[in-house]
């Protein structure tokens, strides 16, 4: 089959505003393939990095989805909301005191290395089988076990009074939207997510990422290559029949 002689990975920029699935599925319109998928979700309010497995490249799935990956985010202080970012319901409003630089220091220092963090009710980590986000829309109430993360760097900056930029570096697993709230409480305060941008996974980067809105032309390529090596399939198919025959 043609899905089986490919193997590729493409870096792509997904835009805010689609789900990662629906960059996938442009990919397979385009390629005309069925076997792709992706290295690691971003929900649709993000954007960044998002890496499309085609044919044999889905095997290294695993692998992909373990490198660490690295985020720009803005963090709106004095406002909670349930899903953590800016798409959610507000779920709490409270004071934003004076921050100094030694409290940003302090703060970052609290968020170096290996930190617990508990994933958030809007995720698709599973309850029995059952990804948590539906159990939360459905006003079902449940528990997630804190798991162990890395945050390898992290900055942060003010960049009014209620507004944080951070830019971080952080193992697989590790969900920015909650890390944004942590950071907020370690204030004094609540917040949410407002941008997220993944720049990188790995040695994947932002900067060699392919543009969601130009893919019918920088597939091209690929494109034609996957239909020589079809139309060589169907030659050599050809000519086994007649051997056969």
């Known amino acids: 089959m043609i899905n089986n002689s490919i193997s590729e990975i493409l870096n792509i920029h997904k835009p805010v505003g689609i789900t990662s699935y629906d960059v996938v599925r442009k990919v397979k319109k385009i390629l005309k393939l069925k076997k792709i998928g992706h290295g690691g979700t971003l929900d649709p309010f993000a954007e960044g990095v998002l890496l499309i497995l085609i044919g044999k490249a889905t095997k290294k799935m695993n692998q992909l989805l373990s490198l660490p990956k690295s985020y720009e985010a803005e963090i709106k202080l004095g406002q909670s909301t349930d899903t953590a970012d800016h798409t959610g319901e507000i779920t709490d409003n409270q004071p934003v005191l004076q921050i100094s630089e030694q409290q940003i220091q302090q703060v970052i220092n609290m968020f170096h290395g ?132």
């Open 114 to 245: 290996e930190v617990n963090q508990t994933p958030p009710q809007y995720s698709a980590k599973k309850i029995n089988g059952i990804p948590a986000y539906k159990l939360a829309r459905q006003g079902i109430e449940f528990t997630l076990n804190p798991v162990k993360i890395n945050i390898y760097d992290l900055k942060i900056v003010q960049t009014n009074h209620s507004i944080l930029k951070i830019n971080t570096s952080c193992s697989s697993g590790t969900y920015v939207r909650v890390l944004g709230e942590d950071i907020a409480k370690k204030f004094g305060t609540v917040g949410h997510l407002v941008s997220l941008k993944r720049t990188c996974i790995g040695d994947y980067k932002i900067n060699n990422s392919l543009l969601f809105d130009n893919l019918e032309k920088t597939l091209m390529p690929l494109k034609t290559t996957i239909l020589s090596k079809h139309n060589m399939e169907s030659v050599k198919k050809g000519i086994n029949q007649t051997v056969k025959n």
